[in-house]
């Protein structure tokens, strides 16, 4: 068991497009939903979309921008758009400068062979939490595949957000083993991409309560 799991496992609906999709997200009990500003995702938003989305939800969901090796004036351009409330950094972006925004980030490790998270931890001492990805070469995220959950060590000092192939039909098991600060889940809600469906949602957040209650 992760030692910084809480009472609640939060969950995080990322990869939204559209306002309504943030405010289902949020109807069904997401704590924070994701915007993606990578030009190469289909999910990707730009900075007028995310405005949009993030004026229509309600109070107290957290809105979380995603970048991966974005030029720092593209970073900087979008947050003076954009009201975001975490950043997210799902490349290879090194400490240095994800803290140079001066704003609270979580930062992304796809789980390579040989990734070590404690050494990592301490790299990225200033990020609120990991969010642990599957690895695929040549694809920073959303690839749909689970990895090996027991690969996360026991106790980390840091926040951990899983993500990474989750969906309605394993999302119990995947709190229940690991117990994480979080969960993260894309493709995993979705009818097409970029749009989310709504059973697939409600499911999921039903499994990630369901396991919270065991």
Request: glycine residues 10%.
């Amino acid at each position: 068991m992760n030692t910084k799991s809480p009472t609640r496992t939060r969950a995080k609906i990322c990869g939204i497009t559209r306002p309504a999709d943030g405010v289902l997200a949020a109807e069904y009990g997401a704590d924070a939903i994701g915007l993606v500003f990578f030009a190469q995702s289909p999910r990707a938003v730009s900075g007028e979309q995310a405005r949009e989305v993030i004026a229509a939800l309600p109070p107290f969901v957290t809105s979380v921008g995603l970048f991966v090796n974005a030029e720092v004036a593209e970073v900087e351009r979008i947050l003076a758009e954009v009201p975001l409330d975490l950043l997210q950094f799902h490349g290879d972006e090194t400490p240095e400068y994800c803290r140079q925004f001066a704003r609270p980030y979580i930062k992304a490790v796809r789980m390579a062979k040989g990734v070590d998270l404690a050494a990592v931890s301490l790299q990225y001492a200033e990020a609120k939490a990991l969010l642990v990805d599957s690895y695929q070469k040549g694809v920073p995220g959303g690839t749909g595949h689970t990895f090996d959950w027991a690969r996360i060590p026991q106790g980390m000092d840091k926040p951990i957000i899983l993500a990474g192939g989750l969906g309605p039909d394993n999302i119990e098991q995947a709190v229940r083993q690991v117990r994480p600060y979080a969960v993260d889940v894309s493709s995993g809600v979705e009818a097409a991409r970029g749009i989310k469906d709504a059973d697939r949602i409600a499911a999921f957040m039903r499994g990630v309560n369901k396991a919270d209650g065991e």
